[in-house]
């Protein structure tokens, strides 16, 4: 069993209200030519979608605006342009500062790699003059031991450091 909450319920209601709402209007040809320009294609895009939700707009002509409401939003438009631009400088300065660093890093990161494998070439470098003294080691001891059974004193005389 599927329970809903009753906002849930609610969206779903409002959604299949809206579609089944605007299926008609969708379904019927238009009487007039379509709309050539991209901007006019959208704003009547716009429109229909506003009609649709019950909702209209209609621009006043510039004679019929209030000339301090056009100024005060002619402000605020420009206001928020000017922060708009300040917002893609900052962007943009983040950006550079972003991709200096990972650069950095990646270049530290090289240097880090690098540096691995200095040390791990060094290791082997060790135990191969490790491994390598140590068998000249034993062949020595046992030149000695050879030496020593054959009963002379000064078999140790020529020892290694």
Known sequence: MI???????AAVTA????IAGTAPAL???PQTAPATTPQATASAAQ???MQARGETYHRAPDAEQDPAEMAATAKLNGMIAAHNAAADEQEAAEAAAYAEAEARYRAEAAAAATRQANYEADLKTAAAARAEYERARAQWEATIRACEATGRRDCRAT???
């Open 15 to 18: 959604g299949l209200t809206l």
């Open 47 to 49: 429109e229909a979608f």
């Open 3 to 9: 329970r809903l909450t009753l906002r849930t319920a």
């Open 27 to 29: 379904a019927q040809t």
């Open 159 to 161: 020892a290694p450091n």
